[in-house]
């Protein structure tokens, strides 16, 4: 059976399937799903071109992108298609259990690896890899450096990151400290930091600071990894989620439901914050009382504390290279 029919019709989900050679998956399908997230458009004559391959060729790849969840369907005939996937990370947690052997050499972005880190998630030493990249658009974003796309990133593999961490595994296991993911959404970096744990982590902490707001199938393979799970909830309510994030909340509740349904609410530290002009004490005592509901018992109220000036300056600066970015892309697209 091809891999076209194993998504489409059997609503297979691309993780499981383990090797893309024995379902038939076009040789070129992984170069050309990383072409379409890089190019963010795809048309059939630039696939020929670029490949060198008939339309036909052309044709089946794209509906293989299309059935994995990486392209988006043919809106109008002859005009190029958007991806659906659009980061470079997105990609690998797709890619990566199609093609196990990229795992041991994919590079993740990283703002930064931190270590000898005493009094903060929880007891113990514990070293901080922070990821570059998030989904979200939080207002008073807490690490702008994750969605800049000009920041400074450290590209490294699942064994250079545990190279690094596991100088400190004495402190971590005589501690009860181990090594927390954050970022940036560490979530979307799932399967490159179960490859690093992977790597020997059994006797440490491992902590995950995430927003919750990820498809479950990259929260599923980590679970067996994590101990604890801080969980940055905004607020639970949909309108004041959304005008602050700019996305739905739907996804983290749905996650959080399900993890509690896994018998791991006790590993679950929602944090509430107050966020000025968003929402008041009131609204984080309504998403405390939804949150206990669930089953969740630990929390942590606290408020955002805001630079207002310095935060204006940083939207501004943000949107003009959003602006520049698109206007460069566009640049690209034309000459192409
Ligand atoms: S979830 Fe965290 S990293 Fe992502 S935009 Fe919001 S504050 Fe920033």
Same mark, same amino acid.
């Given at each position: 059976m091809s891999i076209f029919n194993l998504f489409r &019709?059997?609503?297979?989900?691309?993780?499981?399937?383990?090797d893309a050679k024995a379902h038939g998956l076009d040789p070129l399908f992984e170069d050309a799903a990383r072409l379409v997230v890089q190019k963010k458009y795809l048309s059939m004559s630039f696939l020929q071109r670029k490949f060198g391959i008939s339309y036909k060729r052309a044709n089946r790849i794209a509906d293989e992108l299309v059935a994995a969840g990486i392209l988006g369907p043919v809106?109008?005939?002859m005009i190029p298609r958007e991806p659906i996937v659009r980061e470079d990370e997105e990609l690998y947690n797709l890619l990566a259990p199609l093609y196990p052997e990229i795992n041991a050499t994919h590079r993740a972005p990283l703002l930064g690896i931190g270590r000898?880190?005493?009094?903060?998630?929880?007891n113990g030493v514990t070293s901080l890899v922070a990821f570059h990249g998030c989904s979200l658009g939080c207002r008073?974003?807490? +690490?702008?450096r994750c969605k800049d796309l000009d920041a400074e990133v450290r590209k490294l593999t699942p064994a250079e990151v545990m190279e690094e961490i596991k100088k400190d595994e004495l402190y971590y296991i005589a501690t009860k400290g181990g090594v927390t993911f954050g970022g940036g959404e560490p979530f979307l970096n799932s399967l490159f930091i179960k490859e690093v744990l992977d790597l020997?982590? &059994?006797?440490w902490h491992v902590t995950i600071e995430t927003s919750? +707001?990820?498809?479950r199938e990259y929260i599923e393979p980590l679970l067996p990894y994590i101990d604890e799970y801080i969980v940055d909830?905004?607020?639970?309510n949909t309108q004041i989620y959304e005008s602050y994030?700019? &996305?739905?909340n739907s996804q983290v509740k749905e996650n959080l439901k399900w993890l509690v349904g896994q018998g791991i609410a006790e590993r679950i530290l929602c944090r509430i914050p107050l966020i000025p002009n968003y929402n008041n004490a009131s609204d984080q005592e309504t998403s405390k009382k939804e949150l206990s509901e669930m089953g969740i018992t630990r929390f942590e109220m606290f408020t955002y504390l805001i630079d207002k000036e310095r935060e204006s300056i940083r939207n501004k600066i943000c949107k003009l290279k959003e602006e520049f970015r698109k206007i460069a892309t566009r640049g690209i697209i034309d000459e192409e």
């Amino acid at each position: 059976m091809s891999i076209f029919n194993l998504f489409r &019709k059997k609503k297979v989900e691309p993780k499981r399937i383990i090797d893309a050679k024995a379902h038939g998956l076009d040789p070129l399908f992984e170069d050309a799903a990383r072409l379409v997230v890089q190019k963010k458009y795809l048309s059939m004559s630039f696939l020929q071109r670029k490949f060198g391959i008939s339309y036909k060729r052309a044709n089946r790849i794209a509906d293989e992108l299309v059935a994995a969840g990486i392209l988006g369907p043919v809106i109008e005939p002859m005009i190029p298609r958007e991806p659906i996937v659009r980061e470079d990370e997105e990609l690998y947690n797709l890619l990566a259990p199609l093609y196990p052997e990229i795992n041991a050499t994919h590079r993740a972005p990283l703002l930064g690896i931190g270590r000898l880190r005493i009094g903060t998630d929880g007891n113990g030493v514990t070293s901080l890899v922070a990821f570059h990249g998030c989904s979200l658009g939080c207002r008073f974003c807490l +690490n702008p450096r994750c969605k800049d796309l000009d920041a400074e990133v450290r590209k490294l593999t699942p064994a250079e990151v545990m190279e690094e961490i596991k100088k400190d595994e004495l402190y971590y296991i005589a501690t009860k400290g181990g090594v927390t993911f954050g970022g940036g959404e560490p979530f979307l970096n799932s399967l490159f930091i179960k490859e690093v744990l992977d790597l020997g982590a &059994k006797e440490w902490h491992v902590t995950i600071e995430t927003s919750l +707001n990820v498809p479950r199938e990259y929260i599923e393979p980590l679970l067996p990894y994590i101990d604890e799970y801080i969980v940055d909830i905004k607020d639970m309510n949909t309108q004041i989620y959304e005008s602050y994030t700019g &996305k739905s909340n739907s996804q983290v509740k749905e996650n959080l439901k399900w993890l509690v349904g896994q018998g791991i609410a006790e590993r679950i530290l929602c944090r509430i914050p107050l966020i000025p002009n968003y929402n008041n004490a009131s609204d984080q005592e309504t998403s405390k009382k939804e949150l206990s509901e669930m089953g969740i018992t630990r929390f942590e109220m606290f408020t955002y504390l805001i630079d207002k000036e310095r935060e204006s300056i940083r939207n501004k600066i943000c949107k003009l290279k959003e602006e520049f970015r698109k206007i460069a892309t566009r640049g690209i697209i034309d000459e192409e």
